[in-house]
Structures are given as structure tokens and as C-alpha cells.
């Protein structure tokens, strides 16, 4: 059903209502990459635990992928794409330079009124979304804001380097977010950056493919990951025993694994989606969301903790309550 209307004077309380996911159907295993690259699946496996991922064929677009995930979402909490109000794309990679992703997965989806936007912050981009959904709902300004993470790393990936071409995929995953119970919603954010170690993950706009210094983004990555988790949790005046369940962006399972055992989150309550997904950067998170309420780990009322770091270097980390209405 519909999210509820806040009472006349009552400031709205932003909540996740609904989430969905799409990945593409052209499956890359290991045992593709090793047939073309020296490499091998033990590798692979043990320094990124990343075992297949999807690419979009050459005749698929972004825009219909993030279409799919956005519906779902709409399906998953009961409501209808004409009433979403905004409509935020969180991607580096969309169809076009412009126009941007935006208006055509809004087009497709039948958000006809809705706003439209998208936003570049490489793999923080959905909780910035997220963030700025929140705002919209608390300030009444909407009711319902899609949230979706969209991306399509294979077009800007060197599929001949081998350091880099194991590691990513495409995907797109979304929420819906509207007013929710009185109580915690969704929290305050912790967000960073660092301008100086940009030239350590970037793609010129004249040579669009990943460059990456593994170890240093490794290092910070987990540093900046775990500082932004800590600040957020004293922030929102929460514990990290009453988190329900630990999502980080999926860079591979090593970052995740360092960041949850500096928090002392146990792994059962971490996501570990990376193994199928690879990392898919802006979409990581909502994807990884998606597998965790069908795998039964996201229930109405869960406190979801969020963290994200990606090219810039930019960093973020978010809470939030789980279809809490």
C-alpha cells in the first residue's frame, strides 16, 4: 500500500518503501577471463572474491536497464511510477554525454511529472541520491523519489588489462523513498572527499577507461570506509550492535571484509554481494540491498548502515530504516 500521510504540521519521515534490481543477461564468468588473460579463477577468487559479472550486449542501452530496476522498486512498495515525484540517476556511464539518463528511464517507466536528474559521484553516487530524496521528502517539497544506481562499467573497462578487467560489471538497482513511520527514517550522512589523490581511480574524457592504483585505493579506500561508518554511527547517536544489517559498497570482498571487521560488524550481518555482481560502482549498494531482502536479512523496521568510497577520492555512509511504515 501507499506510504501514509503525515499528519497536518507533522515534518514527513523519510523511509525506503520499495527496491529494485536489474542486472544484464550476458553473463561473464572467470573461466572467461582466464581463457583470454593470465590469469586464473584462484586468483581472481581469492584477491577480489568476485566470480562472474554481467555486460550489456553492444545493442543494449543503460536507460532500459535502470527502467527495469526502477519499476520493480515502484512494484515492491505498492505505488505507481505516475506518483513519483523526482527521479535521481546516480551513474558515470550513461547512454549519452547528453542528455543524461534521466529523462529516458522516466519516459520508459511513466514517472510523466516527475523531476529528473543525474548525479556523478562514482561509487558514492547512490547515498548522495539518497540523501537528497530524504531532503525532498522532509521538506515536503515530494512524496515519492526514486533513487537508482545505474551503470554500465564494461563500455569504460580495458578488457585487455587483466588488473583491472576482472573486476567490473553492469547492474542498476533502485528505491523508492517516500514518508514512512514516526522514528528514525532515514539518518544524517557523513560525506568526504579528497581532491589531491584523484589521478589514483579516473577515466580521461579522451581516453574513457579505467585507470587504477590498486593499493593505494585499497588503503584508503578501507581507512576513509570505516571513519565515515564510525562518524556516522556517533552522529545518529546509534550503536553498531543495533544495526540491523551492514552494507558497503561492493569494491570487492577484501574492502568489505577490512571494513567490517574494523567495525566489528559480525559477517552474517554483512552484505557480500560482490561475488556475483562484481563492482558496479553507483549500483552496487541498491543491488546489494535488493539481494538482502530476498535472501530474508532486510525486514520492515531494519536499520540498514551504508557506506560507500569511490573516484575522487569521495567517500559516504548513511543509515536508514527499512520500509518502516
Known amino acids: 500500500m501507499p506510504a501514509p500521510s503525515p499528519s497536518a504540521g507533522e515534518r514527513p519521515t523519510p523511509t525506503i518503501l520499495g527496491v529494485g534490481a536489474a542486472v544484464p543477461d550476458q553473463l561473464i564468468t572467470n573461466a572467461d577471463l582466464v581463457a583470454r588473460l593470465d590469469t586464473s579463477d584462484e586468483w581472481i577468487v581469492r584477491r577480489t572474491g568476485i566470480r562472474e559479472r554481467r555486460h550489456l550486449r553492444p545493442t543494449e542501452t543503460l536507460a532500459e536497464l535502470a527502467a527495469r530496476a526502477c519499476t520493480d522498486a515502484v512494484i515492491d512498495a505498492g505505488c505507481n511510477a505516475a506518483g513519483v515525484d523526482h527521479l535521481i540517476i546516480a551513474t558515470i556511464t550513461p547512454d549519452r554525454l547528453t542528455p543524461g539518463l534521466a ?58 588489462d587483466r588488473a583491472t578487467a576482472v573486476l567490473f560489471g553492469d547492474g542498476a538497482g533502485a528505491v523508492l523513498v517516500g514518508p514512512g513511520a514516526t522514528g528514525r527514517g532515514i539518518g544524517s550522512f557523513v560525506f568526504g572527499y579528497d581532491d589531491t589523490l584523484a589521478d589514483t581511480l579516473y577515466a580521461e574524457r579522451d581516453a574513457p577507461k579505467l585507470q587504477m592504483a590498486g593499493q593505494q585505493v585499497y588503503r584508503h579506500a578501507v581507512a576513509r570506509m570505516t571513519e565515515a561508518a564510525q562518524e556516522l554511527l556517533a552522529r545518529n547517536g546509534v550503536e553498531v550492535e543495533q544495526v540491523d544489517y551492514f ?22 550481518k554483512v552484505s557480500f554481494n560482490v561475488e556475483w555482481t562484481a563492482n558496479t560502482s553507483a549500483a552496487s549498494i541498491p543491488l546489494a540491498l535488493a539481494a538482502a531482502q530476498r535472501d530474508g536479512h532486510l525486514k520492515p523496521g531494519s536499520l540498514v548502515g551504508m557506506v560507500a568510497f569511490g ?6 555512509a548513511g543509515l536508514a530504516s527499512w520500509k518502516d511504515t
Not at 144 to 155: I, M, N, Q, W
Not at 256 to 268: F, K, Q, R
Open 103 to 160: 529523462p529516458a528511464v522516466a519516459a520508459r517507466i511513466g514517472a510523466a511529472h516527475a523531476g529528473v536528474l543525474d548525479v556523478n559521484a562514482a561509487c558514492t553516487g547512490f547515498l548522495y541520491g539518497l540523501d537528497h530524496a530524504a531532503a525532498l521528502i522532509e521538506s515536503g517539497r515530494a512524496r515519492h523519489v526514486l533513487v537508482c544506481g545505474a551503470e554500465a562499467l564494461s563500455r569504460i573497462t580495458d578488457h585487455e
Open 247 to 268: 552494507v558497503a559498497h561492493q569494491a570487492n570482498a577484501r574492502i568489505v571484509t577490512a571494513v567490517a571487521d574494523a567495525l566489528g560488524v559480525p559477517h552474517e
Open 311 to 316: 573516484a575522487g577520492f569521495v567517500w559516504a
